[in-house]
Every structure is written in structure tokens, then in C-alpha cells.
Nanobody, 115 residues
Framework: QVQLVESGGGLVQPGGSLRLSCAAS????????MAWYRQAPGKQRDLVAI???????NYADSVKGRFTISRDNAKNTVYLQMNSLKPEDTAVYVC?????????WGQGTQVTVSS
């Protein structure tokens, strides 16, 4: 029974920071690549960041240098530290895992960057 539960979203001013968490259960977390996506109203869902089972990371150009993805295998949790936030970062952020035969998504957490 795979579950992905995001938390940590909210309203923040431009230039501020948030840390998102995704608590995972129901699969062997430590051997799976995890990812964060985001989707703004009326726009396509875009990949934000990926972290592999080895801890290697990759980021969308739009967030590179501002966001950091990390994982704590002991807690089955993946994080997204978001710094220097911009209004264009406003979106629903969802975490993702690709298992054999299925792709799983969390429920999403809203991030709003506004004055």
C-alpha cells in the first residue's frame, strides 16, 4: 500500500523560504528515485527536482541554485528546501515515485509566493 504525504506548504513572501516534506510508506524507499513536481493553475505539471537512491540530484533550470532536494532514508522522507522564492514558484507541489508498473503521486501541498 503505497502512500506519499506532502506537508510544509503555505503562504510566503518573495525572497522567503519553505521546506516541503514527503513522507513515504508501502515500498522500499531507500532503493527508489524520488522526485518533486509542481503544477500551477492552467499550466502543465513540471519536474522540479530528482534525487536518486545514491543521493545524486538534478534540478530544473528555473530552480537551480535556489532549491535543494534531500532524503532521509531512516525516516522514509524526501525534502525540498526552497529558498529565494519567487511569485512564479507558486504552484501545487507533489512528490512522486516510479515503481514497477505504476507511478504514484502524493496529494500535493500548495505553495503561494506573494506580497
Amino acid at each position: 500500500q503505497v502512500q506519499l504525504v506532502e506537508s510544509g506548504g503555505g503562504l510566503v513572501q518573495p525572497g522567503g523560504s519553505l521546506r516541503l516534506s514527503c513522507a513515504a510508506s508501502g515500498f522500499f524507499f531507500s532503493i527508489k528515485t524520488m522526485a518533486w513536481y509542481r503544477q500551477a493553475p492552467g499550466k502543465q505539471r513540471d519536474l522540479v527536482a530528482i534525487i536518486t537512491t545514491f543521493g545524486d540530484t538534478n534540478y530544473a533550470d528555473s530552480v537551480k541554485g535556489r532549491f535543494t532536494i534531500s532524503r532521509d532514508n531512516a525516516k522514509n522522507t524526501v525534502y525540498l528546501q526552497m529558498n529565494s522564492l519567487k511569485p512564479e514558484d507558486t504552484a501545487v507541489y507533489v512528490c512522486n515515485v516510479n515503481l514497477t508498473g505504476s507511478i504514484y503521486w502524493g496529494q500535493g501541498t500548495q505553495v503561494t509566493v506573494s506580497s
